[in-house]
């Protein structure tokens, strides 16, 4: 077996590329091409999370079983490694080996890149001004992505401890220093005027109401990846145009979708696949809210690891 880790994953995959391999995996799973199961999550009494996520593509140039393991621990964000694990993949290697691919690097990555590509699909084309609610790792690589499809003039900055957030502003105003940017001190004053907003907390309560909202505006909802999370109050959800990674991923895994089901604000697995968009030849057009919620899928990460051993390893499966 050999090893790839996140040296050998941020050398070789860049944001075009990760547009490009998000496409990819959400084509490949709304055509039915990927055998995934649910993820198993075990919780401990002390906060963390294990996630296991197999999955089995079909055919292409990613083919093959794979499964991703990952303990979440947001006690360790302060030192950059909430996420720690790896993805197998079977027979990856010319010789018929298996590699492990560091998860941490593999998900920061494709997460973000997801969000980006969604992004450019749904929001629109003439988008300035950017909100990112949250101060972790997500926000930086929401910003970078996000930075990369569109002509960002303003950055509304977010989170619930002050230091953390202008230590995000300083980063930020190191390399664009022709964006301005702000740190709000509420959601509210970060989202009102964002044509582009990613809430990217590890939040339990929610802290996003629908009349914080622009009339117009995309919004990425990336943080609530499991029911203990939950980042959007579910009135939200009536007054957009809702679109998921996965139908059934997401209904399971997100605690403010099910409750607007439960008060009647939305109906079960209401929503598209963004899968379904990925063979547009145009881009939408939609004159209101459009909202990508996410909870991350397994054929993501294996598209993502297949690339880089593939890669690495010269090995061309066009």
């Known amino acids: 077996m050999r090893y790839f880790g996140r040296e050998k994953v941020e050398s070789t995959l860049n944001i075009p590329l990760g547009l490009a391999l998000s496409k990819t995996a959400f084509e490949l799973h709304s055509d039915g091409k990927v055998e995934q199961p649910l993820r198993s999550i075990i919780p401990s009494e002390n906060g963390k999370i294990l996630g296991t996520m197999p999955a089995y593509i079909r055919e292409g140039k990613y083919a093959g079983f794979g499964v991703k393991s990952v303990l979440v621990d947001f006690d ?47 929001a629109h084309k003439d988008a300035k001004t950017l909100s990112i609610l949250g101060t972790g790792v997500q926000a930086k690589t929401h910003l970078l992505s996000i930075l990369s499809i569109r002509s960002i003039k303003e950055v ?6 002050e230091e953390k957030t202008l230590a995000l502003k300083a980063w930020l105003s190191d390399f664009q220093s022709e964006v301005d940017v702000k740190v709000c001190s509420t959601p509210r004053e970060a989202v009102m005027r964002a044509d582009i907003i990613c809430t990217v907390t590890a939040s339990r309560k ?74 547009k030849q145009e881009r939408c057009s939609f004159s209101g809210r ?29």
Request: glycine share 6%; net charge negative; charged share 20%.
């Open 156 to 161: 509304f900055l977010w989170g619930r401890k």
């Open 206 to 279: 929610p802290f996003l109401r629908e009349k914080d909202l622009p009339e117009t505006c995309h919004i990425n909802a990336v943080g609530a990846s499991a029911p203990v999370f939950q980042e959007l109050m579910p009135d939200i959800y009536p007054s957009v145009e809702l679109f998921v990674d996965s139908l059934e991923s997401v209904w399971s895994s997100s605690s403010c979708l099910l409750q607007a089901e439960r008060q009647g604000l939305i109906r079960h697995h209401s929503g598209m696949e963004v899968g379904q968009l990925a063979k």
């Open 76 to 122: 360790r964000t302060a030192q950059g490694r909430s996420h720690e694990g790896s993805i197998l993949l079977y027979d990856a290697l010319p010789d018929g080996q298996s590699a492990a691919i560091d998860a941490a690097s593999i998900t920061e990555l494709r997460t973000a890149a997801a969000s980006a590509w969604a992004t450019d699909v749904l």
């Open 290 to 318: 459009t909202l990508f919620k996410s909870v991350g899928l397994a054929v993501q990460d294996l598209v993502f690891a297949r690339e880089v051993v593939n890669q690495c390893c010269g090995i061309n499966n066009n």
